[in-house]
C-alpha cells in the first residue's frame, strides 16, 4: 500500500528532458506537495556537483544515469587507501544492518 511521506523539505532533482512524462508528473507531484524542484546544468557529466548541491531526496530517472552514480561511488570507494575503504565498508554494513532492521536512512546512523 502507498504511504504518502512527502512533505515540504523534500528536493526533487530533474534531469530528465522536460518533456518526459515520468518527470513532468514528478514535478507535478512536488510542487503540490510543497516541495522543492532542482534542475541539473545539462552536462551529465557534471550531475554530481548537481547532487552535491541540491542533495535531492528523491531522483527519478532511467536505468543508464543510476549506472553511471553507481560506477562512480565504487570507483571513489576503489581508490581509497585500504585502511579508510575498510572502515568505510564496517560503517556501510552497519548502516544497511539497522536499516534492514526497519529505522529508516537517517536514524539508522
Known sequence: QFEDKMTP????LSFLPL???????NEEY???KGASVGYYHGDLNALRDDIQELKPTFIAGVP????RIHDGIQKAIQELNPRRRLI???????KLAWMNRGYSHSKAS
Open 9 to 12: 523539505d523534500d528536493v526533487y
Open 19 to 25: 518533456a518526459h512524462i515520468l518527470d513532468r508528473a
Open 30 to 32: 512536488f510542487f503540490r
Open 64 to 67: 543508464r544515469v543510476f549506472e
Open 88 to 94: 568505510f565498508n564496517a560503517l556501510y554494513k552497519y
